[in-house]
C-alpha cells in the first residue's frame, strides 16, 4: 500500500518548500538570522522555529514547557500565544543548533510522510489539541511552508519559487476565500463583478460575480464591464491575501479600476491568514 493519490501533490509541495529553507538559511551567519520578516514580531530565526514547532508535533513529539515573556506585543490572542511557544523557547538557539534540528525534523518528517499509509479523511493531531483530517492537515502544512519559505526569501533578500508546487496550493486556498471577501467582507451588492488580474511568476485572472441573492461564485471567465478591476503582480497579491503588507503600502503596485470605493473595502478586507 502507498501514499494515497489525493495525498501526494501536498506531500512533494511541502517537501519542495522546506528542503528550500534549509538551502536558505544553512549557510547563514549568526547575525542574519536575527533580520526582521514581515511576521509582526518575527525574525528569520523566529519564523524557521515555527516550521520546526509545528512539524514536530505533527510527529507526535510533546510541546515545550515553556513560560512567555509578558511583554510580546505581537501575541494578541489565544492562538498566538500556542505559535509563539515554539518560536520563544528556541530564541536563545545558536545558528548551528538551529539548522540542525531543522535539518533533523526534515530527515524525520520527511520519512514519516514517505511512509503514511493512512486515508486522507483520517482525523490527526492538530494544533491546539484538536484533531483534522489527514488530507486537510496536509495541505494546511504545504501552505503554511511555502508562505513562510517566501517570508525568508523577502528577509534575506533571495527571491525565488514563486511558481513552485507550493505556491500552486497556495494560490487555490486564497482564491477560495475571495467570494466571502468580496460579497460578504466588503459587502459588493447583487449583480456585482469583480475582476482579478494577477500578472508575474503566476499569472491567472478570476471573476467573483455576486448574484440577486447576494452569493458570489468565482470562474476563470472575462467579465465585460465588470464593477471592479484588481490588477496586480502575484508577489503583492499574496502579500496582501497573508496579511504581510497593508494596501497603503504597495498602492504603487495596484492598478484599479471601476468603482474606488468598493475597491477600498475588498482591499481592506483581503487578508484572510495572517
Known sequence: MTVHPSLQTSIDAWTHSVEAIFELVNPLVEGEWNRATECPGWSVRDVVSHVIGLET???GDPRPIHSLPRDLYHVTNEQ???ME?????RRCHTAPEMTSELDYTIIRRSRQLRNEKRQPD???RWYGGGEVALEKALLARAFDVWVHEQDLRRALGKPGNLDSPGAIIV????LAALPRVVAEDAGAGPGS???FDVNGALEFMRTVRVNAEGKATIDGSVSLGPTVTVAVDWETY???ACGRVRPEAVADKLKIEGDQQLADAILA??????
Open 171 to 174: 494560490r487555490d486556498r486564497l
Open 269 to 274: 478586507n483581503f487578508a484572510v491568514t495572517a
Open 193 to 195: 463583478a469583480v475582476v
Open 57 to 59: 508535533e505533527m510527529l
Open 122 to 124: 483520517t482525523m490527526v
Open 85 to 89: 511557544v515554539q518560536v520563544d523557547v
Open 80 to 82: 498566538a500565544r500556542y
Open 238 to 240: 499574496l502579500r496582501l
